[in-house]
């Protein structure tokens, strides 16, 4: 069984770009959540979707990040414009319920 | 509001010696604790967690954590280290009856030495 998927692995981009992060949670998983961890600090809770529905997502940071969870399957995660600050790696994360919460590999950006 | 803190940067052990990496932790309600790790460049792998039963809890890789409840703590053990074990090892906790949102610690580096 396929676990958290998570595309690009890695991503430069120019301050002022636009990135767009994917993440396919683990096939029957209904809740989905995002992470990220910035210049070695914390992990950081973002947001948490239960099927399409953002349950949760009182952690991203300001209006430049968009979350989507389309038809409740796959999410995608979007920096508009990018700055400097918002380079590390973003988690995505998946669970059946409140069951245990697994990552995916993560996505790391850079921002330039 | 839930936390936890991973007291220590940077733990080294010399390989074929015992682990113990410290986490402690802060909930309004009944904590469901857990432990992840992660390898170089790679991403969050789960060890093992706490719900609620047996303090002792096993998990991967040899991996093992106490529950302690009068002390806040969730303390991972292994009891002979490996170099393949060398990674940054996460503690992180969340009310059994709250929202799904995980708090982390901020990581522990774990260097084991050949």
């Known amino acids: 069984e396929a676990g958290v998927t998570q595309f690009p692995s890695h991503s430069v981009i120019e301050k002022g770009q636009t990135v767009t992060l994917r993440c396919d949670p683990i096939?029957?998983?209904?809740?989905l959540y995002w992470y990220r961890r910035v210049m070695g600090k914390e992990i950081k809770f973002l947001l948490h979707f239960v099927k399409e529905s953002k349950q949760d997502e009182s952690g991203m940071p300001n209006n430049r990040f968009l979350a989507e969870r389309t038809g409740g399957t796959y999410s995608t995660l979007k920096v508009q414009p990018a700055e400097l600050e918002d380079s590390g790696v973003y988690f995505c994360a998946s669970s059946q319920g409140r069951n245990t919460i697994y990552f995916g590999e993560g996505s790391w950006l850079t921002v330039v | 509001a839930q936390s936890v803190a991973q007291p220590e940067d940077q733990v080294n052990v010399a390989e074929g010696n015992p682990l113990t990496v410290k986490c402690t932790y802060s909930?309004?309600?009944?904590?469901?604790l857990f432990w992840y790790v992660q390898y170089p460049n790679r991403g969050l792998q789960f060890l093992l967690k706490y719900i609620t039963g047996d303090n002792l809890v096993k998990g991967s890789y040899g991996f093992e954590a106490e529950f302690n409840k009068s002390q806040t703590s969730f303390h991972l053990k292994k009891p002979s280290a490996l170099v393949s074990d060398s990674a940054l090892y996460f503690c992180?906790?969340?009310?059994?009856?709250?929202?799904?949102?995980?708090?982390f610690g901020k990581g522990n580096q774990v260097v084991v030495i050949p």
């Open positions: 992180a906790v969340r009310d059994i009856y709250g929202n799904n949102r995980l708090a």
């Open positions: 096939s029957g998983h209904d809740n």
């Open positions: 909930v309004s309600g009944n904590p469901y």
